[in-house]
C-alpha cells in the first residue's frame, strides 16, 4: 500500500447531510426574502418621499398664496430685486426651507427669484395650468436643476387670478432622505436575517435528530426499501395513526381483511365494522398471537403502540393451518378409531376361526352377516336420506369415529337433504365443527354406567320455505349442556373450555360456524336439547339452489 493517500478531490454542490442542506436552504431562503422585502419596501419607498415633497411644495405655494398684499404688490409694483414681493417671497423661502419661491403674473415674469438675476425674466417652465386655476405638482428641471415642485394660482381680493406662485424643493433632498434610510433598512433586514438564520438553525437541528443525521438518498433509498418490503412480504400490515385511523395498508393486509386502497385514511370501526378483528386491532383486546376470524379467514394478530400515540398491527394467515391442524385432530381420531377396529377385527376373526373349528357354520355365518350388516346400516340410512356426496361421506366417517368413541351418531328421521347446495363446503365445514364438538361434549358418557344415559349425538337436516330453498341445521348431544350466561360467549373466537391441542389454540371453530352461517345471511344459535345436553341450530336462508327444470321427452 502506497504511504501517500491520495488527495481527496474537491466536490462542489450541496452538502449530503441533511441538517446541512436544510440549513443551507433555510438561510438562503431567509436571505432571499430578507433581500426581496428590501427591495419591495424602497420601491415604494422612493416615490412615497416624491409624493411627500411635492406635496410639501404645494403646501408652501398655497401658504404663500394666501399672504394678503402679495397680490397687490404685484399688481401694483414693477418686478425689482428690492421690491415688496421679493422680500415676501425672500422670507417664506428661508422660513419653509424650500430651494426657490418665485411669484410670476400672468406672462410669467418673475417678480421673485432666488437668483436675483432672474427677476424680470420669463420662468423657464410652462405656468399655463396654474394660470389656468389649477394645483400643479410634478417633479422638473428647472434653473437650479432638478426639484419637486408646487404651483397654485395667485388671486387677488376679487379672485381674479393675477399671477401664480412656485415653489422648489430641492431633489437632492429628497435622495438624501432615500439614503439615509438604507442604513437602517438594512440593520432591519440583517436582525431578521439573523433570527431566521437561528430559527432555520435550530429546526435543522430538531430535523438531525428525527433523521440520525441521514442523508436524503439514504431517506430515499429507505423509502424504497420500506415500501417494497411492506408490499412484498406475505404478512399484513395496518398502521394506525393515535386516532385509530388507517395510514397504511399493505397488499396482504388488504387481501386478509377485504379491504381495498379506500380504506386508507377511514376510521378502523368505519372501515371495517364492529367485531373482534376490530377490537383487536384498535387495542380493546390485548395480547399476543391473538386469534380472529374475517370472512372465512383465520388471522393471528399482533399490535405494537408507536411513539406517536399510533400503532403498527401485523396479520398472519392461518386458515390452512387451522384446517390442516383440525384435518391432524380428524386423522388422529380415525387412527385411533381404526386401531381399535383392528383389534375388533381381530377378536372376530379368532371367533369366526373358532366357529370354523367347531364345524358351527350356520353360526359363523350369521356372525359375520351381523358385523357386515351393522356397517352397512348405518352407511345406508345417510346416503338415503342425504344426497350430496361430501355431506354423506362426512357424517358415514364421523359415525365410524363416534363409534369408537362411545358415542351414538346418528341421523333424525325427518332428515332429508337434496343435492342442491349452494355451498357444499361450507356446511360441510359448519357440520363437521358442530358434531366435533358435540362428540367431544358427549363423549364422556359411556353406555353402560350407573345411572347415565347413553352418549348420543343426533343431526338433522332439512329444508324449510315456500320454495324448500332454506337449509336447517340441528347437532344435538347428551353432554353437560352449554349455561344461558355462555351461549353468546362460545361463539366468539378465541374462547374455549377445552385445553388447546397440540397444534394450536382452541375457540375458532363455532367462530367460523356464525360467521359462515352469517355470510349466507343466516344465523347460528344454541340452545339447551329435550332430555337436556346441548342443541346447535344453524339456518341457512339460501342454501339450496333453485331445483333444476325435468327435461320433457318433447325438449330430448
Avoid: C
Amino acid at each position: 500500500m502506497s504511504p501517500n493517500r491520495p488527495a481527496r478531490r474537491l466536490r462542489l454542490g450541496l452538502p449530503r447531510r441533511v441538517f446541512s442542506q436544510v440549513l443551507l436552504m433555510q438561510v438562503a431562503i431567509a436571505a432571499g426574502v430578507a433581500v426581496l422585502a428590501t427591495g419591495l419596501f424602497l420601491a415604494p419607498l422612493s416615490a412615497q418621499l416624491d409624493d411627500q415633497a411635492m406635496r410639501r411644495a404645494l403646501a408652501i405655494a398655497q401658504t404663500t398664496a394666501a399672504q394678503p398684499g402679495i397680490a397687490e404688490d404685484l399688481t401694483s409694483t414693477r418686478a425689482s430685486v428690492d421690491g415688496p414681493v421679493q422680500a415676501a417671497a425672500e422670507r417664506i423661502r428661508n422660513a419653509s426651507g424650500a430651494e426657490y419661491v418665485v411669484i410670476m403674473n400672468k406672462q410669467g415674469v418673475r417678480w421673485s427669484h432666488t437668483d436675483r438675476d432672474e427677476v424680470g425674466k420669463v420662468v423657464s417652465t410652462d405656468p399655463s395650468d396654474a394660470l389656468a386655476g389649477r394645483d400643479v405638482m410634478e417633479i422638473d428641471n428647472g434653473t437650479l436643476g432638478r426639484s419637486a415642485r408646487g404651483k397654485v394660482p395667485l388671486r387677488d381680493s376679487g379672485g381674479e387670478i393675477v399671477g401664480a406662485v412656485s415653489v422648489g424643493i430641492e431633489y437632492d433632498s429628497v435622495r438624501a432622505r432615500l439614503i439615509h434610510t438604507i442604513p437602517s433598512l438594512f440593520a432591519y433586514a440583517g436582525g431578521a436575517l439573523a433570527a431566521g438564520a437561528l430559527a432555520a438553525y435550530l429546526i435543522s437541528r430538531r430535523v438531525h435528530r428525527q433523521t440520525r443525521d441521514l442523508a436524503f438518498s439514504d431517506i430515499s433509498a429507505l423509502l424504497a426499501e420500506r415500501e417494497a418490503m411492506l408490499h412484498g412480504i406475505r404478512e399484513g400490515v395496518v398502521a394506525l395513526d393515535r386516532g385509530g385511523r388507517i395510514r397504511l395498508l399493505n397488499d396482504e393486509a388488504q387481501r386478509l381483511l377485504g379491504l381495498g386502497a379506500e380504506a386508507i385514511g377511514q376510521p378502523l370501526e368505519a372501515a371495517l365494522g364492529e367485531g373482534r378483528t376490530t377490537d383487536v386491532l384498535s387495542g380493546r383486546v390485548t395480547g399476543t398471537d391473538l386469534l380472529t376470524v374475517r370472512g372465512r379467514r383465520v388471522l393471528v394478530a399482533n399490535r405494537m403502540p408507536t411513539d406517536d400515540g399510533g400503532a403498527v398491527a401485523t396479520l398472519r394467515d392461518r386458515t390452512e393451518l387451522e384446517q390442516l391442524g383440525r384435518e391432524l385432530d380428524s386423522t388422529r381420531g380415525l387412527i385411533d378409531a381404526l386401531r381399535a377396529q383392528d383389534h375388533e377385527h381381530a377378536n372376530r376373526m379368532h371367533t369366526l376361526l373358532g366357529l370354523l373349528e367347531l364345524e358351527m357354520y350356520e353360526e359363523a355365518a350369521e356372525f359375520v352377516g351381523e358385523v357386515a350388516g351393522a356397517h352397512r346400516v348405518t352407511a345406508e340410512q345417510i346416503t338415503e336420506k342425504i344426497h350430496d356426496p361430501l355431506l354423506s361421506a362426512l357424517l358415514v366417517g364421523k359415525a365410524t369415529v363416534a363409534a369408537e368413541r362411545g358415542v351414538i351418531l346418528s341421523v333424525s328421521d325427518d332428515t332429508a337433504l337434496p343435492d342442491r347446495l349452494v355451498d357444499p363446503g361450507g356446511l360441510v365445514t359448519i357440520v363437521g365443527n358442530l358434531v366435533d364438538n358435540a362428540l367431544d361434549a358427549a363423549s364422556g358418557l359411556r353406555p353402560g354406567a350407573t345411572g347415565v344415559r347413553h352418549a348420543r349425538v343426533e343431526v338433522a337436516l332439512r329444508t324449510e320455505g315456500l320454495l324448500g330453498r332454506t337449509v336447517v341445521l340441528q347437532v344435538r348431544d347428551t353432554g353437560p349442556g352449554v349455561p344461558v350466561e355462555q351461549r353468546e360467549s362460545v361463539f366468539t373466537e378465541g374462547w374455549s373450555t377445552k385445553e388447546p391441542p397440540a397444534h394450536g389454540q382452541r375457540g375458532i371453530g363455532l367462530a367460523l360456524v356464525r360467521r359462515l352461517a352469517e355470510r349466507q345471511g343466516g344465523s347460528a344459535r344454541v340452545a339447551s336439547a329435550p332430555g337436556g345436553g346441548a342443541e346447535f341450530t344453524v339456518v341457512l336462508p339460501e342454501g339450496l339452489a333453485e331445483p333444476r327444470p325435468v327435461a320433457s321427452e318433447e325438449t330430448r
